[in-house]
T-cell receptor, first 114, second 113 residues
Framework: GAVVSQHPSRVICKSGTSVKIECRSL??????MFWYRQFPKQSLMLMAT?????????EQGVEKDKFLINHASLTLSTLTVTSAHPEDSSFYIC??????????FGSGTRLTVV | QQQVKQSPQSLIVQKGGISIINCAYE??????FPWYQQFPGKGPALLIA?????SEKKEGRFTISFNKSAKQFSLHIMDSQPGDSATYFC????????????FGTGTRLQVFP
């Protein structure tokens, strides 16, 4: 089956620093990748949609200059949280989409900003 | 119109019982309706999904019932087991694989022995 590898699984960073999260589709090419954010005991909220080689489309209310998304290849997308602050602490999850596998989710990254 | 409403928020079921979770949507352009299971600290995993051209789909102990006219769909877990204890999310998208998935609010299921 399709596998999406997301790294790191956990990261702790100091306030004001930047953190990069990687999402790789291991055995298929993902035309589209999605990034979600999930607060404790809440649902997944879509942050942005990215297509390989083009700029990401951000959902309303998501700061594109703070959450930089790069989808440079069909197997890799990255999310960089710039100048992170404690309120950015959350669980970030990527999802890769391609036929016939559907939507495959990564295992998530727990970001803690101290 | 983009919302997917899910109920109940939490559910407690005895082992062997049936767990039922319901979702409703408004956007008639949605044409793919998956259910996901999520354990704490993990990403969601696809359980079962349905397209609007069928009213029911069954895979093992999991069944989706779909009512297109009512714009509702539900997940039934038969013979619920303690290992089924997790959070369940319904979702919907306008175009399988290419459009974003909109998630319901989630249901925390606890199955007691």
């Amino acid at each position: 089956g399709a596998v999406v590898s997301q790294h790191p699984s956990r990261v702790i960073c100091k306030s004001g620093t930047s953190v990069k999260i990687e999402c790789r589709s291991l055995d298929f090419q993902a035309t589209t990748m999605f990034w979600y954010r999930q607060f404790p005991k809440q649902s997944l909220m879509l942050m942005a949609t990215s297509n390989e080689g083009s700029k990401a489309t951000y959902e309303q209310g998501v700061e594109k200059d703070k959450f930089l998304i790069n989808h440079a290849s069909l197997t890799l997308s990255t999310l960089t949280v710039t100048s992170a602050h404690p309120e950015d602490s959350s669980f970030y999850i990527c999802s890769a989409a391609d036929r016939p596998y559907g939507y495959t989710f990564g295992s998530g990254t727990r970001l803690t900003v101290v | 119109q983009q919302q997917v409403k899910q109920s109940p928020q939490s559910l407690i079921v005895q082992k062997g019982g049936i767990s039922i979770i319901n979702c409703a949507y408004e956007n008639t352009a949605f044409d793919y309706f998956p259910w996901y299971q999520q354990f704490p600290g993990k990403g969601p995993a696809l359980l079962i999904a349905i397209r609007p051209d069928v009213s029911e789909k069954k895979e093992g102990r999991f069944t989706i019932s779909f009512n297109k006219s009512a714009k509702q769909f539900s997940l039934h877990i038969m013979d619920s087991q303690p290992g089924d204890s997790a959070t369940y999310f319904c979702a919907a998208s306008r175009s399988y694989n290419t459009d974003k998935l909109i998630f319901g609010t989630g249901t925390r299921l606890q199955v007691f022995p």
